[in-house]
């Protein structure tokens, strides 16, 4: 039977949503099989956006179908007839889960009865504990509930649930006033005898964004860049008055509406986004329906052109009512609203309490979920600084939005800082917590070249050779690592692996008893983590290259919990073989047994009887590698890269890397087409390297 957590809320715009979301990420880390369940949804007209935010989740597999329940009709048509066709639909998503996520009904309209008795009643049948959320403000949103006013919200909705008896597991009190948290923990604690949290109001979860309103006033995108339609707007500025009055008004993130006709407003508004002296615009709506002229569509076309500008036929008070009702939505597109919700979460909820509460305590099984999750969560026990020299690109931003906003590491980016975070702020991400660093900064680059002329003198490099070598990003990026400015470098997105590299082999050199770097992707399949090394790097190692690969690839499985137990890969298994290949392999093997005592390795091993239980006890019955093995070395560059992606593509295993190993400080290359979740976990690896370096 799955452990299930019914997530319901004693009225509306409670942001259960992002509640869910905490939820079922918490859930994905410790158990393998985690579904959703929306038991009454908005709408069958269109698509709940929450159910499609929570199966947007890596991990979760279930069809949007299986997982909704009724809709608001049907209950009101049949109350019991809807209850039993709900039970019958979530108990056929239970026997396909180990743990279930139920998201009650949002308050859409009135219910009869009751909307939270009846969400009671459903939690009731299907056995599931209710987390009850409750919300910090008053229905207009603008004012904050004081811990008296939440504690008699409370006192009222626990009769409900213990009226249809339904267990009560915790409460949350979700957008709280921050100043309060404690006082309202301490309120709500006095009269529910169950854990409580409370999760502080956040304006960017609440924040619309600019396609929202894009929708909500019928607008079209007249100009400006698609994809920073995505940006919230954090408040709305009429520009009704002369500009001397608009401009002071302006505020970061806001939207501007204009009316069509008033083209001196728009030439004000469009010139102070580009200015460094005032705000930066989500985006601007001009209203009225009036076409721009051509002068004036020319003369904007020489202006930043990224900049959002929605036009819309409303006149000014419709536009600015239908903006007003517009409201924030947490949805699966909406990637700023996930990394904040989540941060949120994990700061202010005990997740351990939370998951021992439902008993979904940990598993052997290591999905590549799990996997991902762990590489979080070390990387943050003890945070490192990590450089990335690729700031132009989108998906270095985005994905640095992701870790600062999860506190995994610190980051400095490498760019001019005007254009990196105004480029960010378009796309709707937060990088205020990341150092901007300009490879061209003076001081720095004297300091770097000064560095790299003495270490390379030796090559006849001279300071003036130096100072233009060093402004490229990776040796900027490299040399920062060297001399401590930072404690890794990730890069790649843009660059060669052999550009991101070489100032690393130049210069950080490898760790004392290795003499090569080489690298590993770990394999993340459906129930384990494997590790196969060298895909990346080395074309056709020697014996001794090969025994470094291994004892190298050791130490990394190590680093991230992998027990090493090494299998040195040939075209035969044991004795029965013979050839140069072969030959290749058994002298690395007995030079790792020879340097490495301690360590578990067999070798020459066929992949099969490495990884097969069965075929194992045929052809090496006393191995202690033979059928168990969690470390892959190949022979070659050729079969180590084509074995990943051949497991890669037929089995659906996440391969993360590669990881590069054996130098003295981490420096690690992305795929040029890396994603970027690819990114954010490359750079979690490389801050846990840093750990232990």
């Known amino acids: 039977?799955?452990?299930?957590?019914?997530?319901?809320?004693?009225?509306?715009?409670?942001?259960?949503?992002?509640?869910?979301?905490?939820?079922?990420?918490?859930?994905?880390r410790t158990v393998e099989r985690v579904g959703v369940f929306r038991p009454v949804a908005r709408s069958t007209a269109e698509r709940d956006f929450v159910l499609d935010l929570l199966l947007a989740r890596d991990g979760v597999t279930l069809d949007y179908d299986d997982c909704v329940g009724v809709s608001y009709e049907e209950v009101h048509e049949d109350p019991d007839a809807a209850l039993s066709r709900i039970v019958d639909r979530f108990k056929a998503v239970e026997r396909r889960c180990d743990a279930v996520v139920i998201v009650g009904s949002d308050y859409t309209d009135v219910a009869t009865p009751t909307e939270l008795a009846y969400n009671a009643r459903i939690a009731a049948n299907l056995g599931a504990p209710v987390l009850l959320v409750l919300t910090?403000?008053?229905?207009?949103?603008?004012?904050?509930?004081?811990?008296?006013?939440?504690?008699?919200?409370?006192?009222?909705?626990?009769?409900?649930?213990?009226t249809a008896h339904a267990s009560l597991l915790a409460v949350v009190a979700n957008r709280a006033d921050p100043e309060h948290l404690d006082e309202v923990v301490a309120a709500l604690a006095a009269v529910a005898e169950v854990p409580v949290w409370a999760i502080p109001e956040d304006r960017y979860l609440v924040a619309p964004t600019?396609?929202?309103?894009?929708?909500?006033?019928?607008?079209?995108?007249?100009?400006?860049?698609?994809?920073?339609?995505?940006?919230?707007?954090?408040g709305v500025v009429i520009a009704a008055m002369s500009m001397e009055n608009v401009l002071p008004r302006l505020m970061e993130g806001?939207?501007?509406?204009?009316?069509?006709?008033?083209?001196?407003?728009?030439?004000?508004?469009?010139?102070?986004?580009?200015s460094a002296t005032f705000p930066s615009l989500a985006g601007i709506i001009l209203n009225g329906g009036f076409d721009l002229s051509p002068v004036i569509d020319r003369l904007i076309s020489g202006l930043d052109e990224s900049l959002p500008i929605v036009m819309t036929g409303l006149g000014t008070y419709d536009t600015a009512q239908r903006i007003g009702q517009t409201r924030g939505r947490l949805t699966a597109t909406s990637q700023r609203k996930i990394?904040?919700?989540?941060?949120?979460?994990?700061?202010?909820?005990?997740?351990?309490?939370?998951?021992?509460?439902?008993?979904?305590?940990?598993?052997?099984?290591?999905?590549?979920?799990?996997?991902?999750?762990?590489?979080?969560?070390?990387a943050r026990s003890d945070v490192k600084r990590i450089v990335l020299p690729e700031g132009s690109d989108d998906r270095i931003l985005q994905a640095a939005g992701t870790l600062l906003s999860r506190g995994v590491v610190e980051l400095t980016i490498l760019g001019d800082e005007g254009d990196l975070r105004s480029r960010a702020a378009g796309l709707g991400v937060d990088i205020s917590a990341a150092t901007v660093v300009s490879p061209t900064d003076p001081e720095l680059r004297e300091r770097f070249a000064q560095e790299y002329a003495s270490l390379r003198a030796h090559k006849g490099v001279t300071v003036e050779d130096a100072r233009d070598i060093v402004t490229d990003v990776s040796y900027?990026?490299?040399?920062?690592?060297?001399?401590?400015?930072?404690?890794?470098?990730?890069?790649?997105?843009?660059?060669?692996?052999?550009?991101?590299?070489?100032?690393?082999?130049?210069?950080?050199?490898?760790?004392?008893?290795?003499?090569?770097?080489?690298?590993?992707?770990?394999?993340?399949?459906?129930?384990?983590?494997?590790?196969?090394?060298?895909?990346?790097?080395?074309?056709?190692?020697?014996?001794?290259?090969?025994?470094?690969?291994?004892?190298?690839?050791?130490?990394?499985?190590?680093?991230?919990?992998?027990?090493?137990?090494?299998?040195?890969?040939?075209?035969?298994?044991?004795?029965?073989?013979?050839?140069?290949?072969?030959?290749?392999?058994?002298?690395?093997?007995?030079?790792?047994?020879?340097?490495?005592?301690?360590?578990?390795?067999?070798?020459?091993?066929?992949?099969?009887?490495?990884?097969?239980?069965?075929?194992?006890?045929?052809?090496?019955?006393?191995?202690?590698?033979?059928?168990?093995?969690?470390?892959?070395?190949?022979?070659?560059?050729?079969?180590?890269?084509?074995?990943?992606?051949?497991?890669?593509?037929?089995?659906?295993?996440?391969?993360?890397?590669?990881?590069?190993?054996?130098?003295?400080?981490?420096?690690?290359?992305?795929?040029?087409?890396?994603?970027?979740?690819?990114?954010?976990?490359?750079?979690?690896?490389?801050?846990?390297?840093?750990?232990?370096?």
Not at 141 to 151: F, I, K, M, Q, Y
Not at 214 to 234: F, I, M, N, P, Q
Request: charged share 20%; glycine share 8%.
């Open 1 to 28: 039977m799955a452990h299930s957590i019914y997530i319901t809320s004693a009225e509306g715009h409670s942001g259960k949503s992002s509640v869910a979301l905490g939820v079922l990420d918490t859930l994905l």
């Open 136 to 162: 910090g403000r008053e229905p207009d949103g603008v004012r904050a509930r004081t811990p008296d006013e939440l504690r008699q919200v409370t006192e009222l909705s626990l009769p409900e649930l213990a």
């Open 210 to 234: 600019v396609d929202a309103i894009r929708e909500a006033v019928d607008g079209t995108l007249l100009k400006g860049d698609a994809a920073l339609l995505a940006r919230e707007s954090l």
């Open 254 to 274: 806001g939207v501007v509406v204009i009316p069509g006709d008033r083209s001196e407003m728009l030439l004000a508004a469009l010139t102070a986004h580009a």
């Open 339 to 378: 990394d904040t919700a989540l941060a949120l979460f994990e700061q202010h909820v005990d997740t351990d309490v939370l998951t021992s509460s439902l008993g979904a305590g940990g598993s052997d099984v290591v999905t590549p979920l799990m996997f991902e999750f762990g590489l979080l969560e070390r």
């Open 476 to 693: 900027f990026g490299t040399m920062m690592v060297h001399l401590g400015l930072a404690d890794g470098m990730v890069s790649g997105a843009a660059h060669t692996t052999a550009h991101t590299i070489t100032p690393a082999l130049q210069f950080i050199k490898t760790v004392p008893g290795v003499d090569i770097v080489s690298s590993v992707f770990f394999m993340a399949l459906d129930d384990r983590v494997l590790v196969y090394g060298d895909c990346a790097i080395v074309p056709d190692p020697t014996a001794e290259q090969l025994a470094d690969i291994a004892i190298s690839a050791a130490a990394t499985s190590e680093q991230f919990g992998i027990e090493p137990r090494i299998a040195m890969l040939s075209y035969s298994t044991g004795e029965s073989g013979s050839g140069a290949d072969v030959d290749k392999v058994r002298a690395a093997t007995a030079l790792v047994r020879e340097r490495r005592p301690d360590l578990l390795v067999e070798g020459p091993i066929q992949y099969d009887a490495a990884a097969d239980a069965a075929v194992a006890k045929a052809k090496m019955p006393d191995s202690q590698v033979a059928g168990r093995a969690t470390v892959f070395i190949f022979p070659d560059l050729n079969t180590g890269n084509n074995t990943y992606k051949a497991v890669q593509r037929s089995s659906g295993a996440v391969a993360i890397g590669p990881v590069l190993q054996g130098l003295r400080k981490p420096v690690n290359d992305l795929s040029r087409g890396a994603l970027v979740r690819d990114i954010v976990n490359t750079v979690a690896i490389t801050a846990i390297q840093a750990q232990s370096a």
